[in-house]
Nanobody
Framework: QVQLVESGGGLVQPGGSLSLSCAAS???????MGWYRQAPGKQRESVAT???????NYTDSVRGRFTISRDNAKNTVYLQMNSLKPEDTAVYYC???????????????WGKGTLITVSS
C-alpha cells in the first residue's frame, strides 16, 4: 500500500519559518518528489520539485525563500520555508512520481495535505 505521510505545517506569523517533511512508502522506485499547494478558491500549483539526482525546480513566488531537499535512502522529501507571507497560506501536498514494480508504469502519488496558515 502506497503512503505519503506529511508532517509539519500549522500557523506561523508573516516572516516566520516552517518546515515540512513527507515520507513515502510502498513505492518500488521514486523518480521525482515535490510539494504542491492549493489556496482557497485557487487551483493546485507546483511549489517545488526535486529529482532523484537532486535537480530542483521552484515556482517563482517561492524561489529564494523555500528550499526543497530529499533523502533517497529514506524516500523522504523536505521543504524548508522561510520568510513566509500571507499569500503562502494553503494546503500543501506531498507528491511522488514512481513505479510499484520494475514492470509497472510510472504513476503519481499524493499525500493527504497539511494546512499552513501565515497570519498575524
Amino acid at each position: 500500500q502506497v503512503q505519503l505521510v506529511e508532517s509539519g505545517g500549522g500557523l506561523v506569523q508573516p516572516g516566520g519559518s516552517l518546515s515540512l517533511s513527507c515520507a513515502a512508502s510502498g513505492i518500488f522506485s521514486i523518480a521525482s518528489m515535490g510539494w504542491y499547494r492549493q489556496a482557497p478558491g485557487k487551483q493546485r500549483e507546483s511549489v517545488a520539485t526535486i529529482t532523484v539526482s537532486g535537480k530542483t525546480n521552484y515556482t517563482d513566488s517561492v524561489r529564494g525563500r523555500f528550499t526543497i531537499s530529499r533523502d533517497n535512502a529514506k524516500n523522504t522529501v523536505y521543504l524548508q520555508m522561510n520568510s513566509l507571507k500571507p499569500e503562502d497560506t494553503a494546503v500543501y501536498y506531498c507528491h511522488a512520481e514512481g513505479i510499484l514494480s520494475p514492470i509497472s508504469r510510472e504513476m503519481d502519488y499524493w499525500g493527504k495535505g497539511t494546512l499552513i496558515t501565515v497570519s498575524s
